[in-house]
C-alpha cells in the first residue's frame, strides 16, 4: 500500500518535473517581435517616442509573466526615414531574425517599402504610419494602428462645415505624409461639397512659408485654412500665419498633435483646431469614456519612465504592441496565419488611439470619431468635440 | 500688389542673408585651403543649439551667446587641426568626403548630447511683428540683417586692416609666397577655420528664433550656402553675399509668384543658367590655369 | 608590356569571379543574399561613376539623379504600362543617355568646384521632379515595382526555381543574375580604360589643357564618359527597383549621391576593384553598426573620416601598396 503510494508520488513527481522543463523550455524560447523605426533622421518625433513605447512594454509585459508564458524580444532597427533601409532592415527581421510578428513602420514611405515584403514572406505586420493607401485596399498581412489621414480630412472638413465654411485655402509639405493629406483634402472636399480655392506646399526643409501664406491671404473667399503636415514645418506655418495677422479659422492635422508643437508654435497657435486622439486631453475626458483609463495610464506609465512629454505617435506603437499581444494570445501559438486570423478579429480593443474593431475588410480598425477635435486655449489643449 | 511684393522680398532677403553668412564661411575657408568645407552647416547648428541649451541650464543669453561662438571657434580650429592637416596631401574630394565625415560626425555627438527634437529660441527683441506698406516684418529679420551687416563690415576690416587678416589672405594668393616671407601658413589656415566656424555659429544664432534649431538643421542650410556661395563665384567674398541674396530672392519670389512644388527646382536652375553663362559665377575670378 | 595590361586586366576579372563564386558558401540566410545583391548592383553603378570620377576626374555629386531616372523609368514602364523589363531597362538606358548628354555637354565645360555644383544642381531637379509629379510617380509615397520579368521567367526573391536541374531560391538566383551583371560591368570599364578612349581621358584627368594642345578632344571624351557613367546608373537603378519592389525619391536624393562618390573615394579612384570595395564597406557598415543604436552615426562619420585622412588614396590603393612593400621587403631580405 504504502509502496503503491510512494510509487505514485514517484511518477506524479516524474510528471510533475517534466512538465516544468516542458514549460522552461517554452519559456527559454520568446516570442520575437520585430520592429523597424524612425529613430533619427527627419522622421524621429515619431520613431522616437514610438520606440521608447514599445522597450518599456515589451520590458512590463515581461515583467508580468510575458505573454502564453514566454517572454517577448524586442529586436528594433533604426530605418534612418529611409525607406530603401526600412525595406532592408524588415527583411532582416523577417529572414535573418526570424520574427514571429512585426510592429513598425514610423512613415507611410518606409511601410509602403516594406509592404511587398511582408506580403511575400507572410509576416503580419501591424504598421504605425497614417496614409490610407496602407490598407485600402486591404492588404492580407498588413494591419496600421493610427487613424488615417482620410479620416482625418473628414473630421477636419466636417467641423469647418458646422462652422459655416465652405471654401478652404489649402498649404501641405511636400513629404509624404502632407502630401497624402493634401491629396486626401482635395478629395473629402469634392465630396462634402466644399471648395479648396487656395492649394500651396512647402517642403519640408524650409525654414519660413510667409510667400505661400501671403498667396493664400490674397485669395478671393478662402474662409478657413488648413495645414496637412508633421515636424517642424507647421510650426513654421503656425508663427508666420501670426505674423501676418491672418485672422480667418486656422486648422493643423493630427501630424502636429503633440505637446512639443505647442512649445514650438508658443503663443502663435491660440486658436487653432486640429483632430487628435484623447492622449493630448486626458483629464477632459467623462468619466464614462472608455478611454479614460487606458489614455491615462499611457500618459503616467510614459512620462514617469522616460521623463519625457508623451506624443500620440508613441500610442500608435502602444496600441500596436497590445494588439499584437492580443492576436498572440487568442491564436494560443505564433503561428502567422492563426496571428494573422486572430488580428483580422479583434473587436472592441480600446487602445490609446481610439477603440479597435478589425475585420477582414478593415485592417485598421478605427472611426473617424476616435478624433476629437481640440482647440488650443491659453497655451493649452481644449477638447471641443 | 506692392504688399505683396515687399512680403516676398522681406522673407528672400531674411533668409538670403543668412544664406551669404554661410556663404562666406565657404568662401573664406576656400580662400585660404581651397577646401569645400561640407561641416559649415554644422558651425550652424552648434551656435544655435549651444545657445538654446545654456539658456536653457540658466545661463544668460548673451553669455550663452558668446560660449556658443567660442564652442564652434575651437570646433573649427579642432576641424582644421585633426581632420584637414593632416590629409593635407590628398585630393580635393578625398578633402571633400573628410568633411562630409567631420559633419556626419558633429551632427552624431550633437544628437547624442542635445536629442533629437526642434528648440525654440526667443526674438532678440519684441515678437511684434513690423508692418511696411501692408506688408509685416518679423523684429528679427532686422537683427538678421544687421548682424549680418556688422559681419561683413568686421571680415572686411579685418582682411586690410589687420595684419593676420592680410596674411590670410597672402596665403591664399600664394601659399609658398606667403612661408618665404615668414607667414606661418599652418596657423593661417587654423585661423581662417576658427573665422568661419565663428561666421557660421553666428548666422546660426541670430536665425534660430526664425527657423528654430535642431542638430539637423545644418545639411540643409549648409548646402544652401554652399549654393549661393557657388553662384556669386568661389572666392569672392561680395560674390558669397550677393549670391546668399540672391538665392534667397528668387526662392522666395518663385514661391509667391510661380509654384511652391517648385521652388527649390527653380533655385536649382537658376545656378545651372549662371554657370552656363558664366562658368566661375557671378563673380568667381578668372584663374589662369597651371599646367 | 601590353601583355602585361592584358594580364593585370584579366587578373582582377578573376579575383572577382572567384569570389563571387565562393561567396554563396559563407553567406547563411536569404537575408545575405539580400545584402550582397545590393551590394553588386551597387557596386556596379560606382564602378561606372569611377569611370567619370576616377579617370576622367570629374566630380560628379548629382549621380543618384541618373540612377532615380532609371529606377523610376523601369518602375512606371513595367508597373503602370505593362511594359516587359528587358525593354524596360533598355529604353530606359537610351533615354537616360540622352538626358546625361544633353545636360552634360554645357555642365562639362566647367571646372572642379563649378562642375561638382552643376551636377548638384541637376541631380537635385531630378529629385524634386520625381518627388513633386505625384500622378506619374506616386509622389513622396513611392511606388510598387513588379518582379523582374526575364524573357517569360518572372524573377522573384520568393521564388523557386530550377537552373540546369538545379533547385535554386529566388535570392540564389537574382545572385547569379547580378553576378554576372556586375561581371559585365567591370569587363567593359576595364576595356574601355584601355582603349583610346581610356587613353585620352586619362590624358583629360592629368591636364586638360595639355591633352587639349596635343589635339585630344577633350569636351567630347568627357561628355562621352558622362553618358556611359549615366547609363550604368540607369541600368543599375532599373535592376534595383525590381529588386527592392518599391522604389520612393530617395533613390535620387542627394544623400544617395554623396554616398555614391564616397564609394568610389574610400576604395580608390581609379580602382575598378577599389571603388567595387567601397560599395561593400559602406553598404555593410549600417548593418554592422545597426547595433550601436545611439552611436550609430557618430562611428559612421568617424570610420569615414579617419580612413580618409589614413589612406587619402582609398582602401584598396592602399592595402595593395602595404602588401607589395612587405613582399618586396621580404623577398629583398630572403636574397
Redesign the interface.
Known amino acids: 500500500m504504502l509502496k503503491t503510494m510512494m510509487r505514485r508520488a514517484g511518477k506524479c513527481a516524474v510528471v510533475a518535473v517534466a512538465g516544468l522543463m516542458m514549460m522552461s523550455a517554452q519559456a527559454a524560447e520568446p516570442i520575437k517581435i520585430g520592429s523597424f523605426l524612425s529613430v533619427t533622421g527627419p522622421a524621429s518625433f515619431l520613431g522616437d517616442p514610438e520606440l521608447k513605447t514599445l522597450e518599456m512594454y515589451v520590458e512590463k509585459i515581461n515583467e508580468e509573466g510575458g505573454v502564453l508564458g514566454r517572454p517577448l524580444e524586442l529586436i528594433h532597427y533604426d530605418d534612418v526615414g529611409n525607406a530603401s533601409s526600412a525595406r532592408n532592415f524588415a527583411s532582416r527581421l523577417i529572414r535573418s531574425d526570424q520574427v514571429d510578428i512585426i510592429v513598425g513602420g514610423s512613415t507611410t514611405g518606409a511601410t509602403m517599402a516594406a509592404v511587398p515584403l511582408m506580403e511575400q514572406a507572410q509576416v503580419p505586420f501591424i504598421s504605425l504610419a497614417g496614409a490610407v493607401v496602407i490598407t485600402t485596399p486591404v492588404k492580407k498581412w498588413v494591419f496600421k494602428t493610427p487613424q488615417s489621414d482620410r479620416m482625418a480630412a473628414e473630421r477636419i472638413l466636417a467641423d469647418m462645415k458646422d462652422r459655416g465654411i465652405t471654401k478652404i485655402g489649402l498649404i501641405s509639405g511636400t513629404d509624404g505624409f502632407g502630401s497624402s493629406g493634401r491629396t486626401q483634402t482635395l478629395e473629402v472636399a469634392e465630396q462634402m461639397g466644399m471648395e479648396v480655392v487656395a492649394d500651396e506646399t512647402y517642403s519640408g526643409s524650409d525654414t519660413d512659408m510667409t510667400a505661400q501664406l501671403t498667396n493664400i491671404r490674397n485669395t478671393k473667399g478662402v474662409e478657413a485654412v488648413l495645414n496637412f503636415g508633421f515636424g517642424q514645418g507647421p510650426a513654421i506655418v503656425t508663427r508666420n500665419y501670426a505674423q501676418l495677422g491672418i485672422e480667418l479659422p486656422f486648422y493643423q492635422s493630427h501630424g502636429v498633435a503633440s505637446d512639443s508643437f505647442l512649445e514650438l508654435a508658443g503663443s502663435a497657435a491660440e486658436g487653432l483646431r486640429l483632430p487628435a486622439s484623447p492622449l493630448l486631453v486626458p483629464d477632459s475626458l467623462p468619466e464614462d469614456d472608455p478611454q479614460k483609463d487606458v489614455v491615462q495610464n499611457y500618459k503616467s506609465e510614459y512620462e514617469a519612465r522616460w521623463d519625457a512629454k508623451v506624443s500620440t505617435f508613441g500610442a500608435y506603437a502602444y496600441d500596436g504592441l497590445m494588439l499584437a499581444v492580443r492576436a498572440i494570445e487568442e491564436a494560443g501559438s505564433t503561428d502567422p496565419e492563426a496571428v494573422r486570423e486572430a488580428l483580422e478579429n479583434i473587436e472592441g480593443y480600446v487602445g490609446v488611439t481610439g477603440e479597435f474593431n478589425m475585420s477582414p475588410d478593415d485592417h485598421n480598425g478605427l472611426t473617424a470619431d476616435s478624433f476629437r477635435i481640440l482647440e488650443v486655449q491659453n497655451g493649452n489643449w481644449k477638447l471641443i468635440d | 500688389m506692392l504688399a505683396e511684393f515687399l512680403q516676398y522680398l522681406f522673407t528672400g532677403i531674411t533668409i538670403g542673408a543668412t544664406y551669404a553668412l554661410i556663404a562666406l564661411g565657404f568662401t573664406l575657408i576656400y580662400n585660404a585651403s581651397h577646401v569645400i568645407n561640407f561641416a559649415q552647416g554644422e558651425f550652424l547648428m552648434i551656435g544655435g543649439m549651444a545657445t538654446v541649451s545654456l539658456t536653457a541650464m540658466g545661463v544668460p543669453m548673451v553669455f550663452a551667446v558668446v560660449l556658443a561662438v567660442i564652442l564652434a571657434g575651437v570646433l573649427g580650429i579642432a576641424l582644421q587641426r585633426f581632420a584637414i592637416a593632416p590629409a593635407k596631401q590628398a585630393d580635393v574630394v578625398t578633402l571633400i568626403i573628410i568633411t562630409i565625415g567631420a559633419s556626419i560626425f558633429i551632427r552624431g555627438i550633437a544628437q547624442m548630447v542635445w536629442g533629437k527634437q526642434y528648440h525654440v529660441m526667443q526674438n532678440f527683441s519684441t515678437n511684434e511683428p513690423i508692418q511696411v506698406f501692408g506688408a509685416v516684418l518679423n523684429s528679427q529679420s532686422l537683427w538678421v540683417l544687421g548682424v549680418g551687416a556688422v559681419m561683413v563690415v568686421a571680415l572686411v576690416l579685418f582682411f586690410t586692416k589687420t595684419l593676420i587678416g592680410k596674411a590670410i589672405l597672402a596665403t591664399s594668393m600664394n601659399k609658398e609666397a606667403a612661408r618665404l616671407v615668414g607667414i606661418r601658413t599652418q596657423m593661417v589656415l587654423m585661423l581662417a577655420f576658427m573665422v568661419s566656424a565663428l561666421l557660421g555659429s553666428v548666422a546660426g544664432i541670430v536665425v534660430a528664433p526664425i527657423t528654430f534649431t535642431s542638430y539637423d538643421i545644418g545639411i540643409i542650410l549648409g548646402l544652401k550656402g554652399f549654393v549661393a556661395a557657388a553662384i556669386g563665384g568661389l572666392g569672392s567674398g561680395v560674390g558669397a553675399v550677393v549670391g546668399g541674396l540672391t538665392l534667397g530672392i528668387v526662392e522666395a519670389m518663385t514661391a509667391g509668384y510661380i509654384s511652391s512644388d517648385y521652388k527649390d527646382a527653380v533655385a536649382f536652375s537658376m545656378i545651372l543658367l549662371v554657370l552656363f553663362f558664366m562658368p566661375r559665377g557671378l563673380f568667381g575670378a578668372k584663374v589662369v590655369e597651371r599646367v | 608590356m601590353l601583355n602585361r595590361f592584358m594580364q593585370s586586366r584579366l587578373r582582377g576579372l578573376m579575383v572577382l569571379a572567384l569570389i563571387l563564386i565562393i561567396l554563396p558558401a559563407f553567406l547563411?540566410?536569404?537575408?545575405?543574399y539580400?545584402?550582397v545583391i545590393?551590394m553588386a548592383i551597387i557596386a556596379a553603378t560606382v564602378v561606372g561613376l569611377n569611370l567619370l570620377?576616377g579617370f576622367a576626374g570629374q566630380?560628379s555629386l548629382g549621380h543618384a539623379g541618373f540612377f532615380g531616372l532609371g529606377a523610376y523609368f523601369t518602375g512606371i514602364a513595367t508597373g503602370t504600362y505593362g511594359w516587359s523589363s528587358v525593354p524596360a531597362l533598355v529604353v530606359g538606358a537610351i533615354a537616360v543617355g540622352i538626358i546625361a548628354w544633353v545636360v552634360g555637354r554645357?555642365?562639362l565645360?566647367?571646372?572642379?568646384?563649378?562642375l561638382?555644383?552643376?551636377t548638384?544642381?541637376?541631380g537635385?531637379?531630378i529629385a524634386?521632379?520625381l518627388?513633386?509629379e505625384?500622378a506619374i510617380t506616386g509622389?513622396?509615397?513611392?511606388m510598387?515595382v513588379p518582379a523582374l520579368d526575364l524573357f517569360g521567367w518572372e524573377l522573384?526573391?520568393?521564388g523557386q526555381y530550377s537552373l540546369f536541374g538545379l533547385d535554386i531560391s529566388g535570392v540564389q538566383a537574382w545572385y547569379i543574375l547580378v553576378s554576372v551583371v556586375l561581371l559585365l560591368a567591370v569587363w567593359f570599364a576595364q576595356n574601355l580604360i584601355e582603349s583610346p578612349i581610356g587613353r585620352a581621358l586619362r590624358s583629360v584627368k592629368g591636364?586638360?589643357?595639355?591633352a587639349s594642345v596635343v589635339g585630344v578632344d577633350t569636351a567630347k571624351y568627357k561628355s562621352l564618359v558622362f553618358v556611359i557613367s549615366a547609363i550604368y546608373a540607369s541600368i543599375m537603378g532599373g535592376l534595383y527597383a525590381h529588386f527592392?519592389?518599391?522604389?520612393?525619391p530617395?533613390?535620387a536624393s542627394?544623400?544617395f549621391s554623396?554616398l555614391f562618390?564616397?564609394m568610389v573615394?574610400?576604395g580608390g579612384?581609379g580602382s575598378t576593384l577599389g571603388v567595387i570595395l567601397g560599395a561593400v564597406v559602406l553598404k555593410l557598415l549600417?548593418?554592422v553598426l545597426?547595433d550601436f543604436?545611439?552611436?550609430?552615426?557618430?562611428?559612421?562619420?568617424?570610420?569615414?573620416?579617419?580612413t580618409?585622412?589614413?589612406m587619402?588614396k582609398g582602401l584598396l590603393p592602399t592595402i595593395t601598396a602595404i602588401v607589395s612593400k612587405r613582399m618586396r621587403k621580404k623577398a629583398g631580405g630572403e636574397a
Open positions: 547563411g540566410n536569404p537575408f545575405h539580400e545584402l545590393q570620377v566630380i554645357p555642365i565645360r566647367l571646372k572642379g568646384h563649378y561638382s555644383m552643376a548638384l544642381a541637376v537635385f531637379i524634386i521632379i518627388n513633386n505625384r509622389g513622396p509615397d513611392g510598387p522573384s526573391t520568393f591636364s586638360e589643357v595639355a527592392q519592389g518599391f522604389i520612393t530617395a533613390v542627394f544623400e554623396i562618390i564616397t573615394v574610400l579612384m549600417p548593418q545597426a543604436q545611439e552611436l550609430e552615426t557618430v562611428m559612421f562619420g568617424l570610420i569615414l573620416m579617419l580618409m585622412i589614413f587619402p
